[in-house]
């Protein structure tokens, strides 16, 4: 056991606008032997200082600009769309949302765009503020898919993205009311809302089924029966079952049910 009071402060200075682990008392370890990912917390884990620098995420290719980006989102969506009361995070999903649709194609195309990267630094570190509320089916498929497969986490959540919001649709719908509004999509909810994500998607090369990322239907029993226990599975708006995270996992994989 830790002894906590020999535990040195810790300053974050985040070189990608995504995991926003700099303001969170998280900390993700995976079991290669087991191939399984373990999520440890504790408040001494959460930094005592931030610094937001833009120049440290100069240079990041897009297609790691894309999935750290896409990353974020996904920690704005599921805070906003977990079950439980907390406005405060959810302003913050909110707003961190639209900062994502402003600057992520901003500066996957013109990576030298110094405003644009300080925007999604701040947009990644609003989501994980907002995260705090909870996550969801999102992020238990792509802890069990990263420590299986070894693939990019942000690249699974952008993939399994429009699958799960179309999963969990029915349980959303007025929070996808409100987003949408706020960013302009009239009242349409959760449509308008996919719709932006499908052409994000597009316009940011991510793929659209996980088959495209090389992944096959042969552990589809194990994901589920990995997904239904993973701590973020508890904050999706639906509790759902192994049988329906394999279900959903093989719709992101051919491409289905969106």
Same mark, same amino acid.
């Given at each position: ?10 300053? +974050? =200075? ?5 995991t ?14 087991? !191939? ?15 610094? #937001?620098?833009? !120049?440290t ?27 439980? $009361?907390?406005? /405060?995070?959810?302003?913050?999903a ?22 644009? !990267? ?12 907002a995260?705090?509320?909870? #996550? ?12 299986? $497969? ?7 959540? +952008?993939?399994?993205?429009? $699958? ?11 929070? /996808? ?22 052409a ?12 495209? =990322?090389? #992944? ?16 973020? +599975? ?14 959903? $996992? ?9």
């Open positions: 056991r830790a002894d906590v009071d020999k535990i040195a402060p810790v300053i +974050a =200075i985040p070189t990608t606008a995504g926003g682990s700099e303001v969170g008392r998280a900390s993700v370890i995976t079991d290669e032997d087991a !191939r399984r990912k373990k999520i440890i917390f504790h408040p001494h884990m959460l930094p005592v200082q931030v610094i #937001l620098d833009p !120049r995420t100069i240079g990041l290719p897009p297609h790691i600009t894309a999935a750290t980006g896409m990353d974020a989102l996904s920690h704005s969506l599921e805070a906003l769309c977990a079950p439980g $009361y907390h406005p /405060m995070a959810e302003g913050i909110i707003e961190g949302i639209r900062l994502v649709r402003d600057y992520l194609p901003v500066v996957y195309q013109d990576g030298d765009n110094i405003n644009g !990267r300080m925007q999604m630094l701040v947009a990644s570190s609003m989501g994980a503020t995260f705090q509320k909870g #996550l969801g089916a999102m992020h238990a498929l792509a802890h069990s898919l990263g420590a299986l $497969y070894d693939k990019h986490h942000g690249m699974l959540n +952008a993939i399994l993205m429009p $699958y799960v919001i179309a999963e969990n649709r029915h349980h959303i719908d007025e929070k /996808m009311q409100r987003l949408g509004r706020y960013l302009g999509f009239g009242d349409k909810g959760t449509d308008a809302v996919l719709d932006w994500i499908l994000l998607r597009v316009e940011l090369a991510i793929p659209h089924t996980l088959a495209e =990322i090389g #992944l096959n239907d042969a552990d589809a029993s194990r994901i589920g029966l990995m997904s239904v226990v993973d701590p973020s +599975a508890g904050g999706n708006p639906i509790l759902l079952s192994a049988a329906q995270y394999s279900q959903l $996992y093989l719709k992101a994989l051919e491409g289905k049910g969106l």
